[in-house]
Protein backbone atom coordinates (compact mmCIF):
# COMPACT_ATOMS: atom_id res chain seq x y z
CA UNK A 1 0.00 0.00 0.00
CA UNK A 2 1.58 3.23 -1.12
CA UNK A 3 2.42 5.73 1.40
CA UNK A 4 1.54 9.54 1.44
CA UNK A 5 5.41 10.55 2.33
CA UNK A 6 6.67 8.62 -0.78
CA UNK A 7 3.86 10.25 -2.88
CA UNK A 8 4.90 13.70 -2.44
CA UNK A 9 8.76 12.64 -1.80
CA UNK A 10 10.99 14.30 -4.83
CA UNK A 11 14.48 13.58 -6.22
CA UNK A 12 16.68 15.36 -8.55
CA UNK A 13 17.09 15.40 -12.63
CA UNK A 14 18.82 17.95 -13.45
CA UNK A 15 19.20 21.53 -12.62
CA UNK A 16 15.86 23.16 -11.29
CA UNK A 17 13.99 19.81 -12.42
CA UNK A 18 12.83 17.19 -9.99
CA UNK A 19 11.05 13.77 -10.57
CA UNK A 20 8.31 12.37 -8.44
CA UNK A 21 10.12 8.96 -6.37
CA UNK A 22 7.18 7.17 -7.56
CA UNK A 23 4.49 7.75 -9.57
CA UNK A 24 1.46 9.58 -8.36
CA UNK A 25 -1.59 7.02 -7.28
CA UNK A 26 -5.44 7.14 -8.37
CA UNK A 27 -7.83 8.67 -6.05
CA UNK A 28 -10.03 5.19 -5.63
CA UNK A 29 -11.70 3.09 -7.80
CA UNK A 30 -13.39 5.21 -10.01
CA UNK A 31 -10.96 6.90 -11.94
CA UNK A 32 -7.93 6.04 -13.80
CA UNK A 33 -6.43 8.58 -14.05
CA UNK A 34 -3.36 9.85 -11.31
CA UNK A 35 -5.15 12.47 -8.10
CA UNK A 36 -4.72 15.81 -8.89
CA UNK A 37 -3.65 16.41 -4.94
CA UNK A 38 -0.42 14.01 -5.85
CA UNK A 39 0.41 15.95 -8.98
CA UNK A 40 0.37 19.31 -6.69
CA UNK A 41 2.03 18.34 -3.67
CA UNK A 42 5.09 17.58 -6.12
CA UNK A 43 5.28 20.69 -7.34
CA UNK A 44 5.07 22.35 -3.82
CA UNK A 45 8.03 20.48 -2.65
CA UNK A 46 10.01 20.86 -6.04
CA UNK A 47 9.83 24.45 -5.37
CA UNK A 48 10.60 24.25 -1.44
CA UNK A 49 14.02 22.97 -2.91
CA UNK A 50 14.59 26.00 -4.78
CA UNK A 51 14.40 28.52 -1.77
CA UNK A 52 16.04 29.54 0.87
CA UNK A 53 15.50 27.88 4.69
CA UNK A 54 13.66 31.40 5.31
CA UNK A 55 10.96 31.08 2.88
CA UNK A 56 7.97 29.89 3.58
CA UNK A 57 5.06 29.03 1.13
CA UNK A 58 2.24 31.34 1.41
CA UNK A 59 0.63 30.58 -2.25
CA UNK A 60 0.62 28.60 -5.31
CA UNK A 61 -2.02 28.83 -7.87
CA UNK A 62 -2.55 27.36 -11.12
CA UNK A 63 -3.88 25.19 -13.93
CA UNK A 64 -4.44 21.03 -14.80
CA UNK A 65 -3.33 21.35 -18.39
CA UNK A 66 -3.99 17.50 -18.57
CA UNK A 67 -4.61 14.14 -16.54
CA UNK A 68 -1.44 12.67 -15.63
CA UNK A 69 -0.83 8.45 -15.84
CA UNK A 70 -0.70 6.38 -12.60
CA UNK A 71 1.84 4.20 -14.94
CA UNK A 72 4.72 7.21 -14.91
CA UNK A 73 6.71 9.01 -12.36
CA UNK A 74 5.91 13.36 -12.34
CA UNK A 75 8.71 15.64 -13.74
CA UNK A 76 8.82 19.36 -12.14
CA UNK A 77 10.80 22.09 -13.64
CA UNK A 78 10.77 25.26 -12.43
CA UNK A 79 12.05 29.21 -13.59
CA UNK A 80 13.48 31.36 -10.69
CA UNK A 81 10.95 34.60 -11.44
CA UNK A 82 12.15 36.73 -8.18
CA UNK A 83 14.49 36.42 -5.28
CA UNK A 84 14.84 39.25 -2.78
CA UNK A 85 15.36 39.67 0.76
CA UNK A 86 11.39 39.19 1.84
CA UNK A 87 10.47 37.44 -1.04
CA UNK A 88 11.20 34.08 -3.30
CA UNK A 89 8.38 33.65 -6.49
CA UNK A 90 9.03 30.38 -8.92
CA UNK A 91 6.82 29.21 -11.83
CA UNK A 92 6.33 25.69 -12.22
CA UNK A 93 5.59 23.11 -15.29
CA UNK A 94 4.79 19.40 -13.78
CA UNK A 95 4.72 16.96 -17.10
CA UNK A 96 5.65 13.70 -17.95
CA UNK A 97 7.63 11.82 -20.47
CA UNK A 98 6.02 10.06 -23.48
CA UNK A 99 9.44 8.49 -25.08
CA UNK A 100 11.04 12.41 -25.85
CA UNK A 101 7.54 14.26 -25.20
CA UNK A 102 6.67 16.08 -22.56
CA UNK A 103 3.01 15.60 -21.58
CA UNK A 104 2.21 18.89 -19.80
CA UNK A 105 0.13 18.54 -16.90
CA UNK A 106 -0.10 21.17 -14.67
CA UNK A 107 1.49 25.00 -14.38
CA UNK A 108 1.60 27.25 -11.52
CA UNK A 109 3.09 29.78 -9.92
CA UNK A 110 4.25 29.76 -6.24
CA UNK A 111 5.10 32.73 -4.14
CA UNK A 112 7.38 32.47 -0.88
CA UNK A 113 7.53 34.97 2.27
CA UNK A 114 10.02 35.18 5.20
CA UNK A 115 8.79 35.29 8.68
CA UNK A 116 8.06 39.12 9.23
CA UNK A 117 9.47 40.71 12.55
CA UNK A 118 6.04 42.57 13.30
CA UNK A 119 2.06 42.55 12.03
CA UNK A 120 -0.05 44.97 12.05
CA UNK A 121 -3.68 42.95 12.57
CA UNK A 122 -3.96 39.11 13.22
CA UNK A 123 -7.42 37.58 13.02
CA UNK A 124 -9.20 34.83 11.85
CA UNK A 125 -12.51 33.20 10.56
CA UNK A 126 -13.78 30.20 12.67
CA UNK A 127 -15.30 27.10 11.03
CA UNK A 128 -19.03 27.51 9.72
CA UNK A 129 -20.03 24.06 11.24
CA UNK A 130 -19.88 23.27 15.41
CA UNK A 131 -17.06 20.44 16.18
CA UNK A 132 -18.73 17.86 17.66
CA UNK A 133 -16.88 17.36 21.17
CA UNK A 134 -15.38 14.18 20.67
CA UNK A 135 -15.14 11.93 17.36
CA UNK A 136 -17.72 9.41 19.31
CA UNK A 137 -20.56 12.32 17.66
CA UNK A 138 -19.10 11.78 14.47
CA UNK A 139 -19.08 8.68 11.53
CA UNK A 140 -16.44 6.58 11.06
CA UNK A 141 -16.29 7.27 7.55
CA UNK A 142 -17.72 9.72 4.85
CA UNK A 143 -20.82 9.13 3.37
CA UNK A 144 -20.81 9.23 -0.29
CA UNK A 145 -22.89 8.45 -3.09
CA UNK A 146 -20.01 6.62 -4.87
CA UNK A 147 -18.39 3.23 -2.87
CA UNK A 148 -14.73 2.97 -3.22
CA UNK A 149 -14.27 6.99 -4.64
CA UNK A 150 -11.84 7.44 -1.88
CA UNK A 151 -10.55 4.25 -1.34
CA UNK A 152 -6.75 4.96 -1.73
CA UNK A 153 -6.82 8.26 -0.11
CA UNK A 154 -8.46 6.93 3.00
CA UNK A 155 -5.55 4.42 3.57
CA UNK A 156 -3.37 7.97 3.85
CA UNK A 157 -5.65 9.89 6.75
CA UNK A 158 -8.02 9.37 9.16
CA UNK A 159 -11.47 10.91 8.95
CA UNK A 160 -14.40 11.55 10.97
CA UNK A 161 -16.80 13.59 8.92
CA UNK A 162 -19.71 15.67 10.66
CA UNK A 163 -22.47 17.22 8.48
CA UNK A 164 -25.36 19.88 8.76
CA UNK A 165 -28.45 19.35 7.17
CA UNK A 166 -28.06 18.89 3.29
CA UNK A 167 -31.57 19.23 2.27
CA UNK A 168 -30.93 22.45 2.35
CA UNK A 169 -32.59 24.39 -1.10
CA UNK A 170 -28.97 27.21 -1.38
CA UNK A 171 -26.82 24.39 -2.34
CA UNK A 172 -24.27 27.51 -1.97
CA UNK A 173 -24.81 26.98 1.74
CA UNK A 174 -24.37 23.27 2.19
CA UNK A 175 -21.34 22.44 4.13
CA UNK A 176 -19.10 19.50 4.04
CA UNK A 177 -17.13 19.12 7.26
CA UNK A 178 -14.34 16.56 9.10
CA UNK A 179 -12.24 16.31 11.46
CA UNK A 180 -8.84 14.66 10.10
CA UNK A 181 -5.68 14.01 10.95
CA UNK A 182 -2.44 12.04 9.09
CA UNK A 183 -0.42 9.39 10.87
CA UNK A 184 3.22 9.76 9.59
CA UNK A 185 5.93 11.98 10.65
CA UNK A 186 6.94 14.57 8.22
CA UNK A 187 10.09 15.84 9.49
CA UNK A 188 10.43 18.94 6.84
CA UNK A 189 8.32 22.13 6.56
CA UNK A 190 8.37 21.07 2.69
CA UNK A 191 6.75 17.99 3.06
CA UNK A 192 4.01 18.67 5.40
CA UNK A 193 3.05 21.44 3.38
CA UNK A 194 3.15 19.26 0.84
CA UNK A 195 0.99 16.86 2.39
CA UNK A 196 -1.60 19.88 3.30
CA UNK A 197 -1.83 20.13 -0.33
CA UNK A 198 -2.45 16.83 -1.33
CA UNK A 199 -5.11 16.37 1.59
CA UNK A 200 -6.55 19.54 0.67
CA UNK A 201 -7.73 18.57 -3.08
CA UNK A 202 -9.92 15.40 -2.18
CA UNK A 203 -13.06 15.76 -3.39
CA UNK A 204 -13.16 19.25 -3.66
CA UNK A 205 -13.50 18.89 -7.46
CA UNK A 206 -17.38 16.22 -6.64
CA UNK A 207 -18.89 18.66 -4.16
CA UNK A 208 -21.02 20.77 -7.07
CA UNK A 209 -22.13 17.96 -8.14
CA UNK A 210 -22.79 16.09 -4.72
CA UNK A 211 -24.22 18.96 -3.46
CA UNK A 212 -26.66 19.60 -5.67
CA UNK A 213 -27.94 15.83 -5.73
CA UNK A 214 -26.14 14.49 -8.00
CA UNK A 215 -24.29 11.22 -8.21
CA UNK A 216 -20.97 11.40 -10.54
CA UNK A 217 -21.75 8.66 -12.49
CA UNK A 218 -24.39 11.29 -14.41
CA UNK A 219 -21.41 13.66 -15.53
CA UNK A 220 -19.90 13.03 -18.80
CA UNK A 221 -16.95 15.18 -17.11
CA UNK A 222 -15.97 16.50 -14.24
CA UNK A 223 -12.52 17.45 -13.68
CA UNK A 224 -10.61 20.87 -11.95
CA UNK A 225 -9.82 23.52 -13.98
CA UNK A 226 -8.03 26.21 -11.88
CA UNK A 227 -6.79 25.84 -7.86
CA UNK A 228 -5.27 28.68 -5.94
CA UNK A 229 -4.13 27.38 -2.01
CA UNK A 230 -3.28 29.74 0.31
CA UNK A 231 -1.82 29.67 3.58
CA UNK A 232 -1.60 31.80 6.57
CA UNK A 233 1.11 29.94 8.29
CA UNK A 234 3.42 27.59 7.51
CA UNK A 235 3.30 25.85 11.51
CA UNK A 236 1.19 23.18 10.60
CA UNK A 237 1.46 19.45 11.88
CA UNK A 238 -1.21 17.05 10.59
CA UNK A 239 -0.42 14.40 12.88
CA UNK A 240 -2.87 16.53 15.16
CA UNK A 241 -6.44 16.69 14.38
CA UNK A 242 -7.69 19.33 12.11
CA UNK A 243 -11.22 20.31 10.93
CA UNK A 244 -12.10 20.64 7.20
CA UNK A 245 -14.81 22.49 5.67
CA UNK A 246 -15.58 22.53 2.16
CA UNK A 247 -18.81 24.16 -0.10
CA UNK A 248 -19.54 25.70 -3.70
CA UNK A 249 -20.02 28.94 -4.12
CA UNK A 250 -21.36 29.23 -7.62
CA UNK A 251 -22.02 27.54 -11.06
CA UNK A 252 -22.98 28.18 -14.64
CA UNK A 253 -21.80 27.56 -17.89
CA UNK A 254 -20.51 23.86 -16.80
CA UNK A 255 -18.39 25.33 -14.38
CA UNK A 256 -18.41 25.91 -10.75
CA UNK A 257 -16.67 27.36 -7.63
CA UNK A 258 -16.03 25.73 -4.48
CA UNK A 259 -13.69 26.62 -1.72
CA UNK A 260 -11.88 24.36 1.35
CA UNK A 261 -10.73 25.89 4.26
CA UNK A 262 -8.99 23.93 6.92
CA UNK A 263 -8.57 24.94 10.39
CA UNK A 264 -6.45 23.66 13.37
CA UNK A 265 -8.36 22.14 16.86
CA UNK A 266 -8.90 25.43 18.07
CA UNK A 267 -11.05 27.13 15.09
CA UNK A 268 -8.05 29.12 13.83
CA UNK A 269 -7.95 29.19 9.57
CA UNK A 270 -4.91 27.82 8.37
CA UNK A 271 -4.72 27.40 4.69
CA UNK A 272 -7.42 27.86 1.63
CA UNK A 273 -7.71 26.23 -1.46
CA UNK A 274 -10.39 27.24 -4.19
CA UNK A 275 -10.83 25.42 -7.26
CA UNK A 276 -12.83 25.99 -10.51
CA UNK A 277 -14.40 22.71 -11.52
CA UNK A 278 -15.35 21.46 -15.20
CA UNK A 279 -18.82 19.65 -14.81
CA UNK A 280 -20.65 18.21 -17.71
CA UNK A 281 -23.97 16.59 -17.36
CA UNK A 282 -24.84 13.14 -19.31
CA UNK A 283 -27.59 13.12 -21.67
CA UNK A 284 -31.23 12.29 -19.93
CA UNK A 285 -29.80 12.96 -16.49
CA UNK A 286 -31.57 13.42 -13.18
CA UNK A 287 -31.13 13.92 -9.85
CA UNK A 288 -30.78 11.69 -7.39
Not at 219 to 246: G, K
Request: glycine residues 4%; charged residues 25%.
Amino acid sequence: MPSLKDQIAIEPADTDCYRSAVPPICMGELADWAYGGNILAIAVNAAYATVSADQHLYSISGYFVRPARPSKTLMCRLERIRDTRTFQTRHLRVFQLEGKTEQLCLIATADFHIDEPREMVNYSVSPQLSVPPSPAAETATEETQEPGLYKTLDTMMELHPHYEDRDATDVSSIVSAERFRIHETLSSEADRIAALAFCMDRGLAYIPANHSGYNLSQASACATLDFALRLLTHEIDLRNWHVSERQTCGAGNARALSEGRVFNGDGRLLASMTQKTILRPKQGMSRI
